[in-house]
């Protein structure tokens, strides 16, 4: 079992920044794909950005691209989404989540979850 903890939410005024981050305990973090999803009040849980094994291959959403950043330590068994100029439309609960593959954007592709950390932006 994986057990993922993220942090670095909070509340921001729009344009702001924070970085969240997400550590595991889990002897294999360095094998697992990396993701980061977000879910607003009413709304389906959505992919953000995501970072192979190594770190060198990354995704993002459309809504995200050029204002997020999503990177990894292995030595630290930790990833981070870095949010620039964020806006009133990114406030969500936003979930780090472990897998096989970097490029899976589906919900359902994501093996382990966490608990998930609140970001709110305010405009």
């Known amino acids: 079992q994986v057990q993922l903890v993220e942090s670095g939410g909070g509340l921001v005024q729009a344009g702001g920044s924070l970085r969240l981050s997400c550590t595991t305990s889990a002897r294999l973090f360095n094998t697992y794909a990396m993701g980061w999803f977000r879910q607003a009040p009413g709304k389906e849980r959505e992919f953000v950005a995501s970072?192979?094994?190594?770190?060198?291959?990354?995704y993002y959403a459309d809504s995200v691209k050029g204002r997020f950043t999503v990177s990894r330590d292995n030595a630290k068994n930790t990833v981070y989404l870095q949010m620039n100029s964020l806006k009133p439309e990114d406030t969500a609960n936003y979930y780090c989540?472990?897998?096989?593959?970097?490029?899976?954007?589906?919900?359902?592709?994501?093996?382990?979850w966490g608990q998930g950390t609140q970001v709110t932006v305010s405009s």
């Open positions: 989540a472990a897998g096989d593959h970097a490029r899976a954007m589906e919900r359902s592709e994501w093996d382990y």
């Open positions: 970072v192979n094994w190594n770190g060198d291959m990354t």
